[in-house]
């Protein structure tokens, strides 16, 4: 196993086909939080179960509302639902008018190829975020998410 780090970025669906199947130990993504995306995960969930190694994690940002379909698809596509990262956000905070909620955290999910964990180390379920720049692009995340995550 090579200790080489592969950044890929862009449309996962795009980038995916130079990716061999069972090669990869992680994949971290931020797919688009809208009702009408939700198909985006189908894709991903198939992409993460060719790509990843057994063991591997693919750990990604999903809107609070769309949690169990989520979990579904990927299940549904042979991952496995391994455990909920909170992130705790900082500065101004959204609201969801139809449920009248203040949203002060976000959900990444985290499946695991298989039944078991590549690493051995701990991960803490809980980032404590830093507000985004978003100057480089407006649906910027904060880079604390990532660093945590890899």
């Known amino acids: ?50 790509a990843l ?12 509302y769309a949690i169990p379909k989520v979990i579904e ?5 042979g991952l496995t639902y391994w455990w909920p990262i909170a992130v705790v956000l900082s500065g101004s905070f959204a609201k969801h008018y139809p449920k009248q909620v203040t949203i002060k955290w976000k959900p990444l999910l985290w499946f695991v190829k298989g039944d078991k964990l590549i690493t051995a180390d701990f991960l803490s379920d809980l980032i ?15 880079t604390v998410e990532a660093e945590h995550i890899i």
């Not at 090579?2 to 862009?10: E, F, K, M, R, Y």
């Not at 404590?128 to 904060?142: C, I």
């Open 1 to 50: 196993m090579s200790d080489a780090i592969i950044l890929l970025t862009g449309d996962f669906r795009e980038q995916s086909k130079t990716i061999s199947n069972d090669s990869i130990d992680l994949i971290f993504t931020d797919p688009p939080y809208a009702a009408e995306c939700i198909p985006v995960y189908d894709d991903l969930a198939v992409t993460a179960n060719n």
């Open 128 to 142: 404590k975020s830093d507000t985004p720049s978003k100057v480089l692009y407006e649906w910027e995340q904060s």
């Open 73 to 77: 698809v990927m299940e549904g596509a």
């Open 53 to 64: 190694r057994e063991g591997g994690s693919l750990v990604t940002y999903v809107g609070h």
